[in-house]
């Protein structure tokens, strides 16, 4: 602002005080748009404008252009945009509570504190900037509604898992821009089942690892991690009914409560395997006398003789075991690549199932119903439990005299044995499926059989969860009974890669498909936008 000395140039008298009056004005509407204080030596001017000057002018307020969709891994299905500076966090300003009617929100209020580095509250009254967890509403399980209005934050949902993951959007938008942007987002998945698989029997993973999968799993929306802990080359979880199965490097009973506990507070549940009746070859190794011969004497690796009563005995006496172990809402019957359904004529190979068969299921049964009825009974042990139960797509046959249980959810990985059946000839018989596609889903060590490392490009640009064997999606009125997908990760050659390279090497691929199973429209974002944006919400 100009001031005027009393060595000002003299001027006459009407522009004199046309001058003066300007900067009177000026004075009173402080001088600027934004408002600030005018100088002290104006600001005590008298505050009734001279004679004929004009009115001071109210002070404008900011214009905010319509706000865009939070950045985010998985994107949110829906943003109502609107106008006004957003969310961030503050530290002196900000903090995380609790709704009065929502304490089972504390952990994920802690949570969300801690990661934006601001205080946790507790459940007290939202003030300004706070961030609010509530439950309530009628939407879809899981589903959430994330208000950002007014300088404040609300985040609702229906179950204590939606809003969790309202508090991951949250999280991530911080991450990606500093902020959450001013609007509504209502967000929920477009599958129940989305998951990561590990092979815990072929390698050995610390709880530490499993743990920060875990951690990167809620991150991304995903729900369910499955241990397959019992194959051939190991039993990786500790064993109070058979001790001499387990191998030396293993998880304790303590780890797995521990891996649990974290699981629960990211609200991915843990489904675990003992896949029987092959890959049993940890258990066969303490019980020789379980082993399955061929005619010709062969022996082949991993499988029992279903036909000896002590085989199914050993196996029930692990599942009641575990079952009380693993609190999850289901369990993994395994029941793929049981050699003596793998050779072309069962029946002539391995005459012991065949009479075993006959003699059980009548004249004309065979060694697949030898197999489906071990399947079934693995299933009436668990059963009672309440928990879900499930199967690979190679354990379930036709044309035989036994039937798997309606109930066992069918998960489809391969078309590649011997009689394989199309996910079509699954889904139109009314059966529920999960896709494992092994073409893009299977992260196998060292590639043996033609297997190459799935990438995060790959998944993003060509497959869907209809996409269940090969590159071909099943019809759209299938979709409905496609549960979701999970990644699954192998270890064939165990050496081939450390515990560090395969968490590096799914990562991208994780990522990718928790974009595909969380919203189905075609992604906004190329290939690298994509990438680009997964490291950086990384947590």
Not at 307 to 334: Q, S
Request: one cysteine or more.
């Amino acid at each position: 602002m100009m001031r005027y000395s009393k060595r000002a140039p003299h001027r006459a008298p009407a522009l004199l005080a046309a001058v003066l009056a300007l900067a009177t004005t000026a004075a009173c509407s402080n001088g600027s748009p934004s408002g600030s204080p005018a100088p002290s030596s104006l600001s005590a001017s008298p505050s009734v404008p001279p004679t004929g000057a004009p009115p001071p002018s109210p002070t404008p307020t900011k214009e905010y252009p319509l706000s865009t969709p939070p950045r985010t891994v998985p994107a949110v299905r829906s943003h109502e945009p609107a106008r006004g500076p957003g969310w961030k966090p503050a530290p002196a300003t900000t903090g995380v509570v609790v709704a009065a009617n929502s304490p089972g929100l504390a952990d994920e209020g802690e949570l969300l504190a801690g990661e934006l580095g601001i205080p946790y509250r507790g459940s007290v009254p939202a003030g300004p900037g706070d961030v609010e967890l509530a439950l309530g509403g009628a939407g879809a399980p899981e589903s959430y509604v994330l208000t950002v209005r007014d300088g404040r934050v609300r985040i609702t949902g229906p179950d204590e898992a939606g809003v969790f993951y309202g508090t991951r959007t949250l999280k991530q938008s911080v991450r990606a821009d500093g902020a959450v942007p001013e609007g509504t987002v209502t967000d929920r998945p477009a599958k129940p089942q989305r998951g990561l698989m590990v092979d815990i029997a072929r390698k050995h993973f610390t709880a530490a690892w499993i743990e920060d999968r875990i951690r990167e799993m809620g991150d991304l929306k995903i729900n369910q991690l499955g241990l397959h802990f019992s194959d051939d080359q190991g039993f990786r979880i500790a064993s109070d009914s058979h001790p001499e199965v387990v191998s030396e490097e293993h998880l304790t009973k303590a780890e797995v409560r521990r891996i649990l506990a974290l699981a629960a507070s990211r609200h991915v549940t843990v489904i675990p395997e003992i896949d029987s009746p092959g890959h049993l070859g940890a258990v066969i190794a303490a019980h020789p006398d379980l082993q399955l011969r061929s005619a010709a004497g062969r022996a082949p690796r991993g499988a029992v003789d279903i036909a000896n009563p002590a085989a199914a005995k050993i196996v029930d006496e692990l599942l009641r075991e575990y079952v009380r172990l693993f609190p999850g809402a289901y369990w993994h019957l395994g029941a793929d690549e049981y050699v003596a359904l793998m050779s072309k004529d069962p029946e002539a190979s391995y005459p012991g199932l065949a009479r075993a068969a006959r003699a059980e299921y009548g004249p004309s049964a065979r060694v697949q119903d030898l197999a489906t009825g071990w399947l079934n009974d693995r299933a009436a042990v668990v059963r009672p439990t309440g928990k879900t139960l499930k199967a690979w797509n190679d354990g379930f046959f036709t044309g035989g005299v036994v039937a798997a249980a309606e109930d066992i959810e069918v998960e489809y990985w391969t078309g590649r044995e011997i009689g394989a059946r199309t996910p079509v000839s699954y889904l139109s018989a009314g059966r529920k499926l999960v896709n494992l596609n092994d073409d893009y889903l299977y992260y196998v060590l060292g590639e043996p059989n033609q297997f190459t490392y799935p990438t995060g490009r790959r998944i993003y640009q060509e497959w869907t969860p209809r996409v269940v064997r090969g590159s071909t999606p099943v019809p759209a009125r299938y979709d409905p009974q496609i549960l979701g997908a999970r990644f699954a990760v192998w270890c064939d050659l165990s050496k081939a890669q450390t515990p560090t390279q395969v968490a590096a090497g799914i990562r991208l691929p994780l990522a990718a498909l928790a974009q595909k199973v969380w919203n189905p429209e075609e992604p906004s974002l190329s290939w690298d936008q994509f990438r680009a944006l997964a490291a950086k919400v990384r947590g």
